[in-house]
């Protein structure tokens, strides 16, 4: 045991890794956000209900079918994903000529509608959800412990999110997405089917907070409420990011959350607050937000 | 993806020229209002005639200045907290809690404003509620606002140092003569020329910089006028409650106004008084189905967006072809 600036090192290693741990759900989040947002033009307020309806579907899969954490990893985030493509083909498509606020009006209404209706069911109090046999347990590395699951998320949420980068970034089909982006018209006319298109980047983004979802159902207990207040911090790191570039989105999700891990280390009481702080500042210094391509 | 930014707007221009079918509404509003303690539970009306000021603060940033706050539960609560302090820990008349809650919105609308008008379009909603959620977790932490128990047992006072506000009547005239002071204002600042500005920039800001009019310095004045009426809603109902709560300060709250103003007509100018009350009245009628208000509101949000973008004093308006 060692300490830095006064600090053990325990405490500031594993601060650290519940920053990480953060940052992960914070990057698939944003990033799930400024792909849907791509694409549709709208702010997905309906986001932090999707990352724990896919919470709830792993519990629930758990619970009626027996059906466990890994193949859930997978199903839970296609069901959510589907109920999103309904919900874009029977609402936010009649969205996209009207003012932005709509859309944002529009799914704020739903994350209550699917919040209220959560905490009707299986009321507020947290329920909690099995870690996997395999991920259980945990190594020593001499300076800190290091628990298995946490490990995975960080690793799965990397891998996701630079798969996601690489995807829209590098293929053919990230390469009609883009193009799509910019000039769906043009897009059209070359024959590619981008209503469709559209529909299934709703899915995808919506699955992305799904999969998020089901990876923090072990750590944190399944509630309603545990997207609500997600999704605003969520929104600060956004507005810090910019919603322009997909790897900025990622960079600062992980970032935002290891300084608020250090935050609860150095000054416990500023933790719930440090990233609406740095929003601020970021406003202030660089209103565009850090990689964000106009003003 | 930036040319709708600009191209569509919230509400269909309106005209600046008075007419006379707002006179008629605005009579037979104050006679109904004047009439209604008779038939109605006064703790009620004075309720609904806060949060109806509340959603005519809100209204104005985003019926005429086209800004769309998802944060306005800061200015509310905050006030609300400052309201309820200087009323029961300083002992403040309440003409004086009231002031101390205002400026305390006001002061706090003229910093998250500034710091809100640096983005346009949804940028703008995230930041206002990201700063107001930030304000929300100050509130949590501090000790004067009584964390979870809140400001319970605020005194209601006399009114300067006359009139006493334990009694219902006095106390419903006085929330009656808040709240048509409070109308009456914004009315006259959406027909001024500061307020034709507003709606300029609401239909196109690139253009009503070209014709040289500092829109920042607009809509930071829009903002803080709507922060500064939010808190005379909050003050004024922390002292006909007598407590000023997390509830006030939290991001359901935001939601809320921004409901009631949907409901009545976003751009109305009586539209966000009728949405408070019959929000205010289906959250106290429906109070025994608990939980179901929230679902019951998240209906209201998807139909109004849906189908009645223009709400129910917006709609009647179109019906009628008259103003309201």
Do not use: F, R, Y
């Given at each position: 045991m060692f300490e830095i600036f006064g600090i053990p090192s325990q405490a500031l290693f594993s601060q650290l890794l519940i920053g990480l741990i953060n940052g992960s759900f914070y990057a698939l989040l944003s990033l799930g956000l400024a792909v849907i947002f791509g694409m549709l033009n709208i702010i997905n307020f309906t986001h932090g209900a999707q990352y724990m309806l896919g919470a709830f579907v792993a519990f629930l899969l758990l619970q009626h079918t027996g059906i466990g954490y890994w193949p859930a990893l997978i199903v839970a985030p296609i069901l959510v994903g589907i109920t999103g493509m309904i919900i874009e083909r029977t609402m936010l498509q009649w969205l996209y000529k009207l003012d932005h606020l709509y859309g944002l009006l529009l799914t704020f209404g739903l994350a209550l509608i699917i919040e209220g209706l959560a905490r009707n069911y299986y009321g507020s109090a947290g329920l909690p959800y099995q870690m996997p046999e395999l991920l259980v347990g945990g190594y020593d590395l001499g300076f800190m412990r290091l628990p298995i699951y946490r490990a995975w998320v960080i690793v799965a949420s990397l891998a996701v999110c630079l798969g996601t980068w690489f995807v829209i970034e590098r293929t053919r089909l990230g390469a009609n997405l883009r193009a799509a982006t910019e000039n769906p018209t043009l897009v059209r006319a070359f024959g590619i089917n981008v209503p469709r298109m559209i529909t299934f980047t709703y899915g995808f983004g919506v699955a992305l907070a799904a999969f998020a979802g089901v990876m923090a159902a072990p750590i944190y207990n399944v509630s309603p409420q545990m997207g609500s207040s997600l999704i605003i911090v969520v929104f600060a790191v956004v507005v810090i990011g910019g919603m322009g570039s997909i790897m900025g989105a990622i960079v600062t999700g992980f970032g935002l959350g290891v300084i608020e891990g250090l935050t609860k280390v150095f000054f416990p009481e500023a933790s719930n607050t440090v990233i609406f702080v740095i929003m601020a500042i970021v406003l202030l210094v660089r209103p565009a937000g850090l990689f964000g391509r106009r003003a | 993806m930036e040319q709708s930014v600009q191209a569509a707007t919230v509400t269909p221009p309106v005209s600046s020229t008075r007419s006379w079918s707002e006179g008629l509404a605005f009579a037979i509003m104050v006679l109904a209002l004047a009439i209604a303690p008779i038939y109605i539970y006064p703790m009620f009306l004075m309720q609904a005639l806060c949060f109806a000021l509340f959603a005519c603060a809100f209204n104005l940033l985003i019926g005429y200045g086209g800004l769309l706050s998802f944060g306005h539960a800061l200015y509310f609560g905050w006030a609300s907290y400052l309201a309820a302090h200087s009323a029961k820990v300083w002992g403040f008349p309440p003409e004086l809690a009231i002031l101390t809650g205002t400026l305390t919105a006001a002061g706090l609308g003229l910093v998250a404003g500034s710091l809100a008008i640096r983005r346009q379009g949804i940028y703008f909603a995230m930041i206002t509620l990201a700063l107001a959620q930030m304000m929300f977790f100050f509130a949590l932490q501090m000790k004067f606002t009584g964390g979870?128990?809140?400001?319970?047992?605020v005194p209601r006072g006399r009114l300067f140092g006359m009139i006493d506000l334990a009694h219902q009547f006095n106390m419903y005239v006085t929330v009656l003569a808040i709240f048509l002071a409070g109308f009456l204002l914004i009315y006259r600042i959406i027909h001024s020329p500061f307020g034709e500005v507003l709606k300029a920039i609401r239909e196109n800001e690139p253009r009503a910089i070209s014709l040289g009019y500092k829109t920042d310095r607009y809509k930071l004045l829009a903002f803080v006028l709507s922060a500064t009426l939010a808190g005379v809603a909050g003050s004024t109902k922390a002292i006909v409650l007598q407590i000023a709560s997390l509830t006030d300060v939290d991001w359901p709250m935001s939601g809320e106004v921004v409901l009631m103003a949907l409901v009545g007509g976003?751009?109305?100018?009586f539209g966000p008084v009728a949405g408070a009350f019959i929000i205010i009245a289906m959250q106290t009628y429906l109070a025994?189905?608990?939980?179901?208000v929230t679902v019951i509101q998240g209906v209201i949000f998807v139909l109004c967006v849906l189908l009645f973008r223009r709400g129910i004093i917006g709609e009647l308006a179109a019906y009628l072809r008259i103003k309201l």
């Open positions: - | 979870e128990d809140g400001i319970q047992a976003l751009g109305t100018v025994q189905v608990g939980q179901w």
